[in-house]
Every structure is written in structure tokens, then in C-alpha cells.
């Protein structure tokens, strides 16, 4: 069975000070990596797809690196907006139909 | 940008009632899926549909739940008889075939059973 684990739980930053968010997974086989923001009460929002070790991928203060082994999620002078809970998920590779397997979540806040 | 739709927002339903959530996928995709999310925990899949039928589903979509695409645009989830421990959030997702490519979810339904 798929195994996604995230750490830590929870982090509190102040806003400038970089971080980085850890995903670490265990899959009979990748065929991709998800990263998602939700908003308290909110669906989750796509943020990147990752498909290979050593894929790196940007998005304003948000990039997502890739290891045979984990991903992680750096946040760079992140600002109060960034605030959320960042979830990374990964689809069955024994499902024709993309099932995901979600991690528990890491809650970021970022204080002014 | 384009966006899954999901109605109501929020229900409130007795315990023993029928609900019916309500989604309009993204139009050009043909995988749909719904998941749940209990309070505090993690985000869980329950089931996938393809070209008109149930595609897998997961050890908690029993007999309680079914789920059909009435027409070319809506995908709903029925919960029968619903319990105190079907309380969550539901949310909706759909994405282009075969590649998981755009998978996107919709803002879901809070479901709460009273």
C-alpha cells in the first residue's frame, strides 16, 4: 500500500524566513508526485506535478524539488499570504484512474 | 481558469436522511472522482468513474454510497442513510484521461449529520 508521509506537522515562520517542507513517500512505482495548498474550508489547490528524481519545479515563493525518495517544498521569504496547509499526494501506480494517497498535511504560518 | 463545481457548499441533514452531493467536472475531462476529508484528517479517496460506470472504489464506499452521472455534465455522490461518522468535508475532482494531468478539485461540501 502507497505511504505518504509529511513532516513536520505544523510550522510557524516569520515572513522572510525561508523553510522547507518534506514529503516522503513510499510507492510500488511513481508515476508522479502532487503538491496541492488548501485554505481552511477550502478544496485543495494544484500547485505542481512532479515525474522524475532530480525534477525541479517553480511558482513564485514555492519550489518543489524530487528524490527517489521524498520531495520537498521550499518556501522562500514567504509572505502571510502563504499561509495554508501544503499537501503532497501520490496516484496509485496499480490504478488505471489516478487514485491519490495524500500525506496528513503540513499547516504553514507566516506572520507579519 | 477552469474549475470543478460543487453544490451545496454546506448541508446539514438528520441522521438516518438521503443526501445527494452535487459536481460539474471540468467539461473536457473523463475521469471524476470523489474523496472526503474528516476533520483533522488526511484527505481520503472513496471513488473513481469512468465512461459511465465505477471505475475502483475504496473500502469505505459500501452500499451506503453510489454515485451517477445523470447527464452530460453532472456527477453526484447519494449517501443513504446517513450516520454521525459521515460528517466531513466531499470534494470532487476530475482529470484528463489516463494521465492525471489537471487533476483539480473542487471547493467541496461540508457535510454535517446532526
Known amino acids: 500500500e502507497d505511504q505518504v508521509t509529511q513532516s513536520p506537522e505544523a510550522l510557524r515562520l516569520q515572513e522572510g524566513e525561508s523553510s522547507s517542507l518534506n514529503c516522503s513517500y513510499t510507492v510500488s512505482g511513481l508515476r508522479g508526485l502532487f503538491w496541492y495548498r488548501q485554505d481552511p474550508g477550502k478544496g485543495p489547490e494544484f500547485l505542481f506535478t512532479?515525474?522524475?528524481a532530480g525534477e525541479e519545479k517553480e511558482k513564485e515563493r514555492l519550489k518543489a524539488t524530487l528524490t527517489k525518495k521524498e520531495s520537498f517544498l521550499h518556501i522562500t521569504a514567504p509572505k502571510p499570504e502563504d499561509s495554508a496547509t501544503y499537501l503532497c499526494a501520490v496516484p496509485s501506480f496499480f490504478s488505471n484512474d489516478y487514485k491519490l494517497s495524500f500525506g496528513a498535511g503540513t499547516t504553514v504560518t507566516v506572520r507579519a | 481558469e477552469p474549475e470543478v463545481t460543487q453544490t451545496p457548499s454546506h448541508q446539514v441533514t438528520q441522521m438516518g436522511q438521503e443526501v445527494i452531493l452535487r459536481c460539474v467536472p471540468i467539461s473536457n475531462h473523463l475521469y471524476f472522482y470523489w474523496y472526503r476529508q474528516i476533520l483533522g484528517q488526511k484527505v481520503e479517496f472513496l471513488v473513481s468513474f469512468y465512461n459511465n460506470e465505477i471505475s475502483e472504489k475504496s473500502e469505505i464506499f459500501d452500499d451506503q454510497f453510489s454515485v451517477e452521472r445523470p447527464d452530460g455534465s453532472n456527477f453526484t455522490l447519494k449517501i443513504r442513510s446517513t450516520k454521525l461518522e459521515d460528517s466531513a468535508m466531499y470534494f470532487c475532482?476530475?482529470?484528463?484521461?489516463?494521465?492525471?494531468?489537471?487533476?483539480?478539485f473542487g471547493s467541496g461540501t461540508r457535510l454535517t449529520v446532526v
Open positions: 512532479l515525474y522524475s
Open positions: 475532482a476530475s482529470s484528463d484521461p489516463g494521465t492525471g494531468y489537471g487533476y483539480t
